[in-house]
């Protein structure tokens, strides 16, 4: 059964500084990863998608990697805003039929 | 373009009530997905369909049921709702074609409590 672990569970951090959330998985045989933002009492909005043939994605100040032979990614934030302030969640798709499995996700706090 | 739409918001039920949440998504997409996001326990999948037509038992199916009554729209039943079904209902859509290619999109959620 594939478990996916994000660590730190919590993190703070002053504004303008880079950052790197982590995200491991224990099954390598996977079709995509994807990172997710989630704010206080809202659904899940997806940031990056990474299918399992690619290395990274670039979105803005956001990159995520994927490496499947360690089983981790990692979601980078440059020039944190207080507005980055969210849970970030990870999910990995391993079966042809899409079914995803979550990491509980990393809760940033990004002070003004 | 709404995206994954889900009816009600919020719900309030006394135990062994019924009711059904509603999930539309206009994305043109095969599969779709129900979560429950309960504190400490994360996303859990309950049920899902791959296409339409099908649906499959999720990692915590027990006291729901489902109906992908089209393309467009899944619902999720709960039948005699249970204090331990209280929890965020999240409804999800995927594609397996184009430039979304198996990217998931979700909806607000419906908040539901059960007494």
């Known amino acids: 059964k594939q478990e996916v672990t994000q660590i730190p569970a919590a993190l703070s951090v002053p504004e303008g500084e880079n950052l790197v959330l982590n995200c491991s998985f224990t099954d390598s045989a996977i079709y995509n990863l994807q990172w997710f933002r989630q704010d206080p009492g809202k659904g899940l909005t997806s940031l990056l998608l990474?299918?399992?043939?690619?290395r990274e994605q670039t979105s803005g100040r956001l990159n995520a990697s994927l490496d499947k032979s360690s089983g981790r990614s990692t979601l980078y934030i440059a020039a944190s805003q207080p507005g980055d302030s969210a849970t970030y969640l990870c999910?990995?798709?391993?079966?042809?039929?899409?079914?995803?499995?979550f990491g509980d996700g990393t809760t940033l706090t990004v002070k003004p | 373009n709404a995206g994954v739409t889900q009816t009600p918001k919020f719900q309030v039920l006394k135990t062994g009530q019924s009711m059904t949440l509603q999930c539309a998504q206009d994305?043109?997409?095969?599969?779709m997905y129900w979560y429950r996001q309960d504190p400490g326990m994360g996303l859990r999948l309950i049920y899902y369909s791959a296409s339409e037509g099908t649906t499959d038992k999720g990692e915590v199916p027990n006291g729901y049921n489902v109906s992908r009554l089209n393309k467009r729209e899944f619902s999720l039943r709960l039948e005699s709702a249970a204090p331990s079904q209280t929890s965020v209902y999240f409804c999800a859509s995927k594609s397996f074609s184009g430039i979304s290619y198996n990217e998931q999109f979700f909806g607000p959620g419906t908040r539901l409590t059960v007494l």
């Open positions: 994305m043109n997409h095969n599969s």
């Open positions: 990474i299918q399992s043939s690619q």
């Open positions: 999910a990995v798709t391993d079966t042809n039929a899409g079914k995803s499995t």
